[in-house]
């Protein structure tokens, strides 16, 4: 027992500080990728997860990047492209839609800029984190559903409750039963013999309600798609209030959503209760 008590004083504490403070991501971490615009950016067919489209129009050819489907392989940022796209290292990027994950930038014409992102995320971040026990007056509660997937995001949602992420600390939990839930953390792309599972699963949650798309999979389908044995992603089945991209997202990342989640939760209960 003395033993224990000495090894816990000199671990100290290594509960990270987000969102109060920037998480910095090892080295190894990729982001999102960068595109250059005026550059010589890659074809759709580098891509092996369909996130590359491109068409053409007055302004010249226009290549488009789909976060919600990128799996950050980083294969478009090797040469022949490295001068066009590099991997970036940042992990909010949850949105409430997937139009706000599309990002298109102009090839080709060193005239026209790409548009660049207009949310300032960490504010938002502090913001809904600081709200969280103003808005539910306890904490929040979700049901993790996996739907499918390779248990890659799951472990990531796993590594939430460990003592470096610490989520409880935020006022975060994980639940066991939907009828406790406030919402929903989907992984997978929703396997046809899962569909009736996730329905069953959201139909048992009290409204409002939150849905929560976890990693490229759940967000579009992924590297799955759509087909037979796949929906193509927790929007064909359910309306999505937070995506967060990822092949998986990092826990600082997937927390970012849920923080997102909270402001569209504290939205809904706001009209119930005026
Ligand atoms: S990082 Fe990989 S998945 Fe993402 S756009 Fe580039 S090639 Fe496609």
Redesign the pocket.
């Known amino acids: 027992m003395l033993q224990i008590l000495i090894n816990a004083l000199r671990t100290g504490v290594v509960t990270v500080r987000y969102p109060a403070a920037q998480s910095v991501p090892p080295d190894r971490f990729r982001g999102s990728?960068v595109l250059r615009a005026g550059s010589h950016l890659p074809p759709p067919s580098?891509?092996?997860?369909g996130?590359?489209s491109e068409h053409f129009d007055a302004a010249g050819r226009r290549a488009g990047?789909d976060l919600a489907r990128?799996?950050?392989?980083?294969?478009?940022?090797e040469d022949p492209w490295a001068d066009a796209?590099s991997?970036g290292r940042d992990f909010e990027l949850a949105a409430h839609s997937r139009d706000d994950l599309r990002i298109e930038v102009v090839a080709d014409d060193p005239a026209v800029t790409a548009p660049a992102p207009s949310r300032d995320r960490d504010a938002e971040a502090a913001r809904i984190s600081s709200e969280i026990h103003n808005v539910l007056g306890r904490s929040l509660h979700l049901r993790h559903l996996d739907a499918g997937s390779c248990n890659a995001c799951d472990w990531e949602l796993a590594a939430l409750l460990n003592p470096v992420y610490d989520v409880r600390r935020l006022g975060i939990d994980f639940v066991a039963s939907p009828r406790h839930a406030d919402g929903v953390v989907v992984t997978g792309p929703v396997t046809r013999n899962l569909e009736t599972a996730v329905h069953r699963t959201f139909e048992a949650i009290p409204d409002p309600r939150v849905v929560i798309a976890v990693g490229a999979c759940a967000a579009s389908g992924g590297i799955v798609g759509e087909g037979y044995a796949s929906a193509g992603g927790v929007d064909r089945v359910l309306p999505v209030d937070v995506y967060i991209p990822g092949c998986p997202p990092r826990p600082e990342g997937i927390l970012f959503g849920i923080l997102v989640a909270i402001g569209r939760l504290d939205a809904r209960r706001r009209p119930r209760e005026g």
């Not at 580098?46 to 997860?49: E, G, I, K, L, Y």
């Not at 950050?72 to 940022?77: D, I, P, V, W």
């Open positions: 990728p580098v891509c092996p997860a996130a590359i990047l990128c799996i950050f392989c980083g294969r478009c940022a796209v991997m």
